[in-house]
């Protein structure tokens, strides 16, 4: 069967160290990932963009690896900051370019102080 | 601009009511959708559209239906509504397929008596 997997335990971190997410999926070929931002009670915000050509994607302090072999997405958040404590969701093209998004279940960060 | 608009942004329903989400766009995309986020089980796509006047079913479509009448709005029905309808729905929308990014308003929280 398909399945899109994101690490259901909160990843707990200290202030200024690396966040690390990690996106695997099976039976599935996309040509591209996207990463969203969802803060409580609101809905998800657009963050990044790879396509599976690309094998690292930077903006900011983010930071997105697409490896189609591993049929795995790691997502980093670099000098982590309280402000970057939300559920991260990582989304495929499901089929090949249209409009058909699934969305794996979110990976909540808390950042320590 | 606004965005993507939901209203209203809760709601209570006594089983077998009947009432209308609304989903209003100002960004003129072509592309829009309809998911429901339910504890544990992530994003799920209930119908969606390509333009006006064109719709489609997605992973949960039973117990909806959508029309597309202009580019702008977008309106999910529930016909009978049913205590399992009790979610949190977002409206996204997107210009173009491929590669661009959803745009989510901020959900209508539904619950079902």
């Known amino acids: 069967s398909q399945k899109i997997e994101q690490n259901s335990e909160a990843l707990n971190i200290q202030e200024g160290k690396t966040a690390t997410l990690t996106c695997n999926y099976t039976n599935y070929s996309p040509a591209y990932l996207q990463w969203y931002r969802q803060d409580p009670g609101r809905g998800p915000v657009f963050l990044l963009l790879i396509r599976e050509n690309e094998k690292e994607k930077r903006k900011e302090r983010l930071k997105v690896t697409f490896d189609t072999t591993l049929k795995q997405s790691l997502f980093h958040i670099t000098a982590s900051q309280p402000a970057d404590s939300a559920t991260y969701l990582c989304?495929?093209?499901?089929?090949?370019?249209?409009?058909?998004?699934?969305f794996g279940k979110g990976n909540q960060v808390v950042v320590i102080p | 601009n606004a965005g993507v608009t939901q209203t209203p942004k809760f709601q209570v329903l006594k089983t077998g009511q009947s009432m209308t989400l609304q989903c209003a766009q100002d960004m003129n995309h072509e592309y829009m959708s309809w998911y429901r986020q339910d504890p544990g089980m992530g994003l799920r796509l209930i119908h969606y559209?390509?333009?006006?006047?064109?719709?489609d079913q997605g992973e949960v479509p039973n117990g909806y239906n959508v029309s597309r009448s202009t580019t702008e709005d977008f309106p999910l029905r529930l016909l009978s509504a049913a205590p399992s309808q009790t979610s949190v729905y977002f409206c996204?929308?997107?210009?173009?397929?491929?590669?661009?990014?959803?745009?989510f308003g901020d959900g209508t929280r539904l619950s079902i008596l």
């Open positions: 996204a929308s997107r210009k173009g397929q491929g590669t661009q990014p959803q745009h």
């Open positions: 989304a495929l093209d499901i089929a090949r370019g249209n409009n058909r998004l699934a």
């Open positions: 559209s390509v333009g006006a006047g064109i719709t």
